[in-house]
């Protein structure tokens, strides 16, 4: 058993708070790498690790538990982050869903938060709908890297909270209709994005912060962290984003009324 005495100002009933909360991580590579391990140290006591793919040479340089014998092998990325977090806590309880996430959605609608850790807008805009019918917290990482200038590049990401009756990820213009048509329509075309391992790792750590006020607020009273966090790789700063500005006071206009309610009888097929 994990010694977590060291965290527990974050309230008397910590050990049996973190113990017994269940982590959803879909996407396993970049930023789902090192959200399981964070919160593998944290004491989460209950994950549920959602990817089809196996570990490729590509993936070493940002997926963190992930050795080059792995990739040699073709390991599922579910065995080899599964095995990390067995490493750090050996009492975690680990669902395995080594295929499409939206096979699973019963394993995933009894976690406590969903982490989205994918790297299209498709698969972000059905997992936000799941999580809005089984009202569970939806936590969105993502990171980009833009080409500008001669030569010059600039990496950018968010982390974005979305839960019932807070704005979702059309409030605040991640998602609308004409970027997911754009990406329908070059779908297969493009090669994969850029990544390296530290913008992942800051914005992992900002997405676990958020999940952990959300579980135990030890700050006290308030409005908690922002619901979007974005972040100037090029600077190294995280701040709320100037989105959030525009959506004072307003209630969500995509997941209102019954949409926000739940549907316990909602299911979403791959392709959907």
């Known amino acids: 058993m994990n ?15 973190v113990t017994g909360t269940t982590a959803a991580i879909v996407g396993l590579c970049g930023g789902g790498s090192h959200v399981a391990q964070q919160l593998a140290h944290i004491g989460i ?7 089809p793919d196996v570990v490729e040479g590509s993936n070493l340089n940002r997926m963190v538990g992930a050795v080059a014998g792995d990739a040699v092998l073709s390991r599922a990325k579910v065995d080899v982050i599964a095995e990390r977090i067995l ?3 050996p009492a975690a309880e680990i669902a395995r869903c080594k295929g499409p996430w939206q096979e699973f959605s019963g394993e995933l609608r009894g976690a ?3 982490f989205g850790c994918v790297d299209n807008y498709a698969d972000r805009a059905q997992l936000e709908t799941m999580c809005r019918r089984f009202l569970i917290p939806y936590i969105d990482i993502g990171m980009d890297v833009t080409e500008f200038g001669s030569g010059g590049f600039a990496i950018s990401g968010q982390v974005i909270v979305s839960m019932p009756g807070r704005a979702c990820m059309r409030c605040l213009g991640f998602l609308n209709d004409a970027l997911l048509t754009a990406e329908a329509q070059r779908y297969g075309a493009a090669g994969g994005k850029p990544q390296v391992v530290w913008p992942n ?21 308030g409005t908690g962290p ?7 790789g090029n600077t190294g700063q995280l701040f709320a984003s100037r989105r959030l500005l525009t959506l004072e006071g307003r209630r969500c206009a995509h997941f209102d009324g019954p949409d926000d309610l739940g549907d316990p009888f909602f299911r979403l097929l791959p392709g959907a």
């Open 3 to 17: 010694d977590l005495s060291r965290q527990s100002f974050l309230g008397a009933d910590c050990d049996m708070v």
């Open 45 to 51: 006591g209950r994950f549920v690790l959602c990817d």
């Open 87 to 89: 490493a750090i806590n």
């Open 112 to 114: 406590t938060s969903v």
């Open 201 to 221: 790792g800051v914005l992992a750590s900002a997405a676990v912060g958020k999940f952990m006020s959300m579980i135990l607020p030890w700050y006290g009273c």
């Open 226 to 232: 922002a619901i979007m966090t974005e972040y100037d």
